[in-house]
T-cell receptor
C-alpha cells in the first residue's frame, strides 16, 4: 500500500523567511504532484515532477524530486502572506491502481 | 478554456437519504476521478472513470457508486447517507488518467455535502 507522509503538518512563519516542506512516499512512483488549497476552495495544481532530479520553480516556490530517496521537497523563499494555504503532495502508484494518494497536507500560515 | 465544473456546490441531506453529485470535466478530457476530503481522513480516492467505464475503485463501501456518460460528464451517488459521509467531494479531470499517462489532473471546486 502506497503511503505518503508530509511534514510538518502545520507551519507558522514570518514573511521574508525561507522554509521547506517534505514529502516522503513509501513505494516506487513515477510522478509526484504538489497542490495548493485555500480554505473552502479546490486544489490548485502547482507542480508535476516526472523524473529523478526534477526541479521546478514558480515564483517563490521550488519543488524537487529524489526518486531514490522517495522524497520531494517544496521550498518557499522569502515567504509572503499570500502563500498562506494548505499544501498537499500526491503520488501515483502506477499500473492503473488507486488514483492519486495524498499526504495529509501542510497547513502554512505566513504572518506579516 | 473552461475548467472542471461540479454541481451543486453545497448540499444538506438527512441520514438515510441518497444524493447525486455531478462533474463536467475539461473539454477533451476523458478521465474523471472522484475524491472525498474530510478533516480526519484527508483526501481519499473514491473511483475513476474513463470512456464510461470504471477503471479504479478506492476502499469505500458499495453505497458509493458512480457513472460516466458518453460526453465524459460523471456523476457519483451515495445511498443511505450516514453522518460520516459529510465531506467535500472533489472531482479531477485529466486526458487519460494519472495512472495511465496523464501528467496533470485538474480539480473542480467541489461539492460540500453535509449530512444531518
Amino acid at each position: 500500500e502506497l503511503k505518503v507522509e508530509q511534514n510538518p503538518l502545520f507551519l507558522s512563519m514570518q514573511e521574508g523567511k525561507n522554509y521547506t516542506i517534505y514529502c516522503n512516499y513509501s513505494t516506487t512512483s513515477d510522478r509526484l504532484y504538489w497542490y495548493r488549497q485555500d480554505p473552502g476552495k479546490s486544489l490548485e495544481s502547482l507542480f508535476v515532477l516526472l523524473s529523478n532530479g526534477a526541479v521546478k520553480q514558480e515564483g517563490r516556490l521550488m519543488a524537487s524530486l529524489d526518486t531514490k530517496a522517495r522524497l520531494s521537497t517544496l521550498h518557499i523563499t522569502a515567504a509572503v502572506h499570500d502563500l498562506s494555504a494548505t499544501y498537499f503532495c500526491a503520488v501515483t502508484s502506477g499500473g492503473g491502481a488507486d488514483g492519486l494518494t495524498f499526504g495529509k497536507g501542510t497547513h502554512l500560515i505566513i504572518q506579516p | 478554456k473552461a475548467g472542471v465544473t461540479q454541481t451543486p456546490r453545497y448540499l444538506i441531506k438527512t441520514r438515510g437519504q441518497q444524493v447525486t453529485l455531478s462533474c463536467s470535466p475539461i473539454s477533451g478530457h476523458r478521465s474523471v476521478s472522484w475524491y472525498q476530503q474530510t478533516p480526519g481522513q484527508g483526501l481519499q480516492f473514491l473511483f475513476e472513470y474513463f470512456s464510461e467505464t470504471q477503471r479504479n475503485k478506492g476502499n469505500f463501501p458499495g453505497r458509493f457508486s458512480g457513472r460516466q456518460f458518453s460526453n465524459s460528464r460523471s456523476e457519483m451517488n451515495v445511498s443511505t447517507l450516514e453522518l460520516g459521509d459529510s465531506a467535500l467531494y472533489l472531482c479531477a479531470s485529466s486526458v487519460s488518467g494519472t495512472e495511465f499517462g496523464s501528467t496533470e489532473a485538474f480539480f473542480g471546486q467541489g461539492t460540500r455535502l453535509t449530512v444531518v
